[in-house]
């Protein structure tokens, strides 16, 4: 049989054709991979997004500032330990480090410096550092056993729970975690607006309902929605109460039941948010939010815009929960994990 002759036209249509056969066979091929592998759980936490060097420092600057000044004129004025221990004293109030806190690191200095009636200026430094940082302590992250993984997010009005909620959705996602963010805050139309600006910008899913309704209503959508669509990590957004409004904190009482319904074990962190230019304030909040939720650590904000950083070594003192997260500024990188040694060096300064 004699060969017909093809036209330009049908072989640039045949070969589109192959083209996307081709294309095709690897979208299979891939989707057919992705649905074998096999699910697992993401790290207990997630790797540090880019951040600017020494933000922490940076932030806790208006309290060291303060507090080297201090530091200074006790050692300018005073040789014996006794004396300096008298002034350090001072110095740790003035930062709202709390009286508590403040007779246990001056023990720990005092232990340090053993027996020496004139320490060195530099032993002295040495060992207020130690003494400090073993105050602060180190946040250990508990294992997540659970998908999804929720927490609870939970703080007054106005110390920036909606803005933490979003910083930290965004360092999840970057770690390759699919987040979903509940909108339980229902009082105020404006949060559950402010969590959907959030989840759009870093790429969450969101659960909301109307201003308004029930916040356990929606936490149990929010967490029944996180299983459907097998979602990792999920970040429930309560109301900004007053701590000391008894039903209100019932209410936060309810939410956390619901989400144990709907996942037994759930919440599995119920993170505090305190405003550090609050000082002493704060600790009271985290007295009243704890006892009524049992909260497993803290986020503390606001460092760059007070003096008086040291109620970070209050709130860990006093409360016996870990501080896991410090707001170190507006941008949405500038929230980072805790660290002792980190915080007590850019509390004190590097020599």
């Known amino acids: 049989m004699q060969d017909l002759p093809v036209s330009l036209e049908a072989a640039i249509a045949i070969g589109l054709l192959v083209a996307v056969a081709a294309l095709g066979a690897v979208v299979h091929a891939l989707r057919t991979k992705r649905r074998a592998a096999p699910v697992e759980l993401a790290a207990e936490a997630p790797p540090p997004m880019p951040l600017t060097t020494g933000r922490v420092r940076g ?81 250990t992250t508990r294992p997540r056993d659970s998908k999804p993984w929720v927490i609870l997010v939970s703080g007054v009005n106005g110390v920036g729970k909606t803005t933490s909620i979003g910083k930290l959705a965004a360092r999840f996602i970057a770690a390759g975690d699919r987040v979903l963010l509940v909108a339980a805050d229902t009082v105020r139309a404006a949060a559950i607006d402010q969590l959907g600006v959030w989840a759009e910008r870093v790429g969450a899913d969101l659960v909301r309902h109307q201003s308004g309704a029930d916040p356990a209503a929606v936490a149990f959508d929010g967490v029944k929605a996180a299983i459907a669509r097998d979602v990792d990590v999920v970040i429930v ?115």
Do not use: Y
């Open 59 to 139: 932030a806790l600057a208006k309290t060291r500032v303060a507090l080297r000044r201090r530091l200074g004129e006790v050692f300018g004025r005073d040789r014996e330990l006794d004396a300096i221990l008298v002034s350090l004293e001072e110095v740790l109030l003035a930062a709202d480090v709390g009286i508590p806190t403040t007779t246990r690191i001056l023990q720990t200095v005092r232990a340090r410096c053993g027996t020496k009636r004139e320490p060195a200026e530099a032993d002295v430094g040495d060992a207020l550092r130690g003494a400090i940082q073993e105050a602060l302590g180190e946040s």
């Open 237 to 351: 957004d309560t109301a900004g109460r007053l701590h000391t409004r008894e039903n209100l904190m019932e209410e936060l009482r309810k939410v956390t039941r619901v989400i144990g319904k709907a996942i037994p074990g759930a919440p599995h962190e119920v993170w505090l948010v305190l405003d550090a230019t609050t000082g002493q304030n704060a600790i009271h909040q985290a007295k009243v939010f704890s006892q009524a939720l049992g909260v497993t650590g803290i986020v503390l904000t606001k460092l760059d815009g007070t003096a008086k950083g040291g109620a970070a070594l209050a709130v860990r003192q006093e409360l016996g929960v870990p501080i896991v997260w410090l707001g170190v500024g507006e941008g949405i990188e500038d929230i980072r994990p805790f660290s002792a040694a980190e915080f007590a060096s850019a509390l004190l300064g590097e020599d």
